[in-house]
């Protein structure tokens, strides 16, 4: 590995599900390790066991590969930094706190949570900013021998130089800089001995070698504290990328609340892996081109130019757009394979249908789909006779039309699906009657809605004498 070898790592928390701010620093962590041909790591961060939902981080996994941001080192994979869990990484963390002692970074913290909060509160009311008023750094060497001979919890804080700034290089917002003044001295271990989040993500970056951190905003104020300690460990700072955080319409924080917030969500109503990754990937940019392959996005995404601040807005109906268009570049055989699921699941009759019937089915309504799930109700007349509501042949001026269709379903009755369309259409034609509205009509007989398939896929997608029995209904009595 060269000394400009790039390293970055998406390490997620296994909260049991991504959203799409996971999603997005993974892609972002991703693509740039491809343009520039680095290493990709995954790391799971699972020292908080309250956050430790899905322990192995089997649907982070599972996700990661879905979405085809495949990783060079990691769980199930390996890599010269095994393990790649965080909990199984302590006596390394256990090393570093004891080399923190041996260089008099860090004391122990025998404050309760309530006097914390008591004084936190105070300074709030005073207008002070909240930080940790170092209590503990003024012990002398017997008080702490007392509290440690009765056996009073602690934790361990690094101190901080609160007469120094800290800077670091940031892709969006250039060097940045930060007094420590405005700081608490850092919490690196818990009560129960384990070890913070702020902490193991440091000493694993440093020993990961990672030369890139991108991460939400939200991170920013950890960043001032961990380049405090990369710099006491004399190591160089990695450049960072906070990422701009997602809003939702409202301008708000996205949040459970929102749909499509979770990646489960999109992926159970059918949105494709590549309309999210390329979603994701040109929010916040301007680019030439919207939709976009993995492999263009790597070739092309600029982080030189990156939107600098602020927040980007989550816009569910652009999403929407991408995944159309993903499923129209989709050939009619994959599509079918990933609607059959959803058929199945919304009519167990869909499994009696062979693939290729099935195939041509979906091609009819192919341009039609914004979502797979959406095939369940755009072929649902195929399996089910519909309910037809006697307004919406009302609205559509069945009454107008009924006569014609009298005559011409008659004459069209023996024929082929092909030769009854056309036959249909060239009898409408001779009437001089529109053929949108007529053809509208014949949608909502066979479908149950106005809107769909076109007419000479129509008769094609029923059995002819299915199609007749539904014909009737424009009949009349
Ligand atoms: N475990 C942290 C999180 O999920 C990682 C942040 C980082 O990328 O450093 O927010």
């Known amino acids: ?8 790592r998406f390490a997620p928390s296994p909260s049991g599900f991504m959203h799409l701010g996971n999603v997005r620093a993974a892609l972002m962590n991703f693509l740039f390790a491809r343009q520039k041909q680095g290493t990709f790591i995954l790391r799971i961060e699972d020292t908080d066991v309250a956050r430790n939902i899905d322990p192995e981080a089997r649907q982070i996994i599972s996700d990661l590969a879905w979405l085809s941001l495949t990783y060079d080192e990691g769980p199930h994979k390996g890599g010269p930094h095994v393990p790649y869990y965080q909990s199984e990484r302590a006596n390394l963390y256990k090393q570093y706190l004891q080399e923190c002692q041996e260089k008099n970074l860090i004391y122990r913290c025998f404050c309760t949570s309530e006097e914390l909060e008591k004084r936190r509160q105070r300074q709030l009311a005073l207008k002070q900013p909240p930080r940790y008023d170092r209590t503990c750094l003024k012990l002398s060497g017997s008080d702490i021998d007392a509290k440690l001979a009765a056996n009073t919890p602690y934790i361990w804080r690094f101190k901080l130089d609160d007469t120094k700034t800290v800077s670091f290089y940031d892709l969006a917002h250039k060097t940045m800089h930060f007094e420590l003044k405005h700081f608490s001295d850092v ?13 193991a993500n440091f000493v694993d970056d440093k020993e990961m070698q990672i030369t ?3 991460r939400g905003e939200d991170h920013l104020t950890n960043t001032a504290v961990q380049v405090a300690m990369f710099e006491a460990f004399n190591t160089e700072t990695p450049v960072y990328w906070h990422l701009p955080i997602i809003g939702n319409t409202e301008g708000k924080k996205l949040s459970k609340r929102d749909f499509g917030f979770s990646l489960t969500d999109l992926r159970n109503s059918g949105f494709l892996p590549e309309a999210i990754t390329n979603y994701l ?12 392959t993995m ?6 995404f600029n982080f030189e130019h990156l939107s600098s601040t ?11 757009w991408v995944n159309h268009h993903w499923i129209m570049k989709y050939d009619t055989t994959k599509l079918t394979a990933l609607c059959r699921p959803f058929l199945i699941q919304a009519n167990p009759a869909f499994e009696h249908i062979k693939d290729e019937q099935l195939a041509t089915l ?7 789909l914004v979502t797979l799930q959406e095939s369940a109700d755009a072929l649902k007349f195929v399996v089910e006779r519909p309910h037809i509501e006697s307004q919406l042949l009302v609205d559509h001026q069945l009454e107008k039309y009924k006569p014609f269709f009298k005559e011409a379903l008659t004459d069209i009755e023996t024929l082929p699906a092909q030769e009854a369309a056309q036959t249909l259409s060239s009898r409408c034609k001779e009437k001089g009657l529109p053929l949108k509205d007529v053809f509208a009509l014949v949608r909502i007989a066979l479908t149950g809605k106005p809107q769909g398939p076109q007419v000479k896929d129509l008769f094609g997608m029923l059995p002819g004498a299915e199609v007749q029995a539904r014909l009737n209904v424009l009949k009349g009595s």
């Open 187 to 199: 919490p690196l271990t818990r009560q129960d001995g384990s070890f913070t989040f702020l902490f």
């Open 1 to 8: 590995m060269t000394k400009n070898h790039i390293r970055v």
């Open 310 to 320: 602020g927040q980007i807005r989550y816009d569910f109906e652009k999403l929407r």
């Open 362 to 368: 979906i091609g009819h309504i192919q341009q039609e």
């Open 295 to 300: 492999q263009k996005l790597i070739e092309t």
């Open 281 to 292: 990937a040109i929010i916040g940019h301007s680019v030439e081109e919207e939709i976009m």
């Open 212 to 214: 890139h951190i991108f």
